[in-house]
């Protein structure tokens, strides 16, 4: 069992920036690739991020690229989404997730492919 822990949320301006930290722990937490995702009021849950647990591969989604930057700490076991530019459409409900690779080179972006979920942190961005 893998337990995910999400904080860092908040309230910021637009343009402004937010830095989120999520941390696994447990046996096979240090094997595990990772992502965000977000759920915004009313809207599906939506990939944002991950990163394998090699630190090697990142993939953003097109609405995170060139704002958000996704990173990890394989030694104690966190990740990071540093947020910038944020702009009101950003507000949700941020979900850190991980799933167990063998590989080390795994980036998952779909949410069904993840076994372990974060409680969620939330981010509003004020216009």
């Known amino acids: 069992q893998v337990q995910v822990v999400e904080s860092g949320g908040g309230l910021v301006q637009a343009g402004g920036s937010l830095r989120l930290s999520c941390r696994a722990s447990?046996?096979?937490?240090?094997?595990?690739?990772m992502g965000w995702f977000r759920q915004a009021p009313g809207k599906e849950r939506e990939f944002v991020a991950a990163?394998?647990?090699?630190?090697?591969?990142?993939n953003y989604s097109e609405s995170s690229k060139g704002r958000f930057t996704i990173s990890r700490v394989n030694a104690l076991n966190t990740v990071v989404l540093q947020m910038d530019s944020l702009n009101p459409e950003d507000t949700a409900v941020y979900y850190c997730?991980?799933?167990?690779?063998?590989?080390?080179?795994?980036?998952?972006?779909?949410?069904?492919?993840?076994?372990?979920w974060g409680q969620g942190t939330p981010v509003t961005v004020s216009s």
């Open positions: 997730a991980a799933v167990w690779d063998r590989s080390g080179s795994g980036v998952y972006t779909r949410s069904s492919q993840y076994t372990y």
């Open positions: 990163i394998s647990w090699s630190t090697r591969f990142r």
């Open positions: 447990g046996r096979t937490a240090s094997s595990c690739a």
